[in-house]
Nanobody, 126 residues
Framework: QLQLVESGGGLVQPGGSLRLSCAASGFTLDDYAIGWFRQAPGNEREGVSCINSNGGSTNYADSVKGRFTISRDNAKNTVYLQMNSLKPEDTAVYFC???????????????????WGQGTQVTVSS
């Protein structure tokens, strides 16, 4: 059974760091791009970052460029999102998701992702 499980969220002060993990099971992680998305109350879900199947291509939202880094360890079936210099506006529920397409492109459109985790809360506040 396909499953994506996020972890690593929590409460952090502005300027702090968190590393989110997305543990995948039930499918061959190597075959798919994985994306990170976030949704704050009252807002639409937005793309944060994605990484293609072999990790050779990544994409970031302008709002997180230079602060967030996505990576993957296919041997551990896990994708990571390192978040540095966090800001209050980064507060949201963060989701990881699997592309609908094998060996598909790395894009930040939620419509291109068909399987989602349950999300992990990230709160940036002093």
């Amino acid at each position: 059974q396909l499953q994506l499980v996020e972890s690593g969220g929590g409460l952090v002060q502005p300027g702090g760091s968190l590393r989110l993990s997305c543990a995948a099971s039930g499918f061959t992680l190597d075959d798919y791009a994985i994306g990170w998305f976030r949704q704050a109350p009252g807002n639409e879900r937005e793309g944060v970052s994605c990484i293609n199947s072999n990790g050779g291509s990544t994409n970031y939202a302008d709002s997180v460029k230079g602060r967030f880094t996505i990576s993957r360890d296919n041997a551990k079936n896990t994708v990571y999102l390192q978040m540095n210099s966090l800001k209050p506006e980064d507060t949201a529920v963060y989701f990881c998701a699997r592309s609908r397409y094998t060996f598909g492109p790395c894009v930040l459109s939620p419509a291109d992702f068909g399987s989602w985790g349950q999300g992990t809360q990230v709160t940036v506040s002093s």
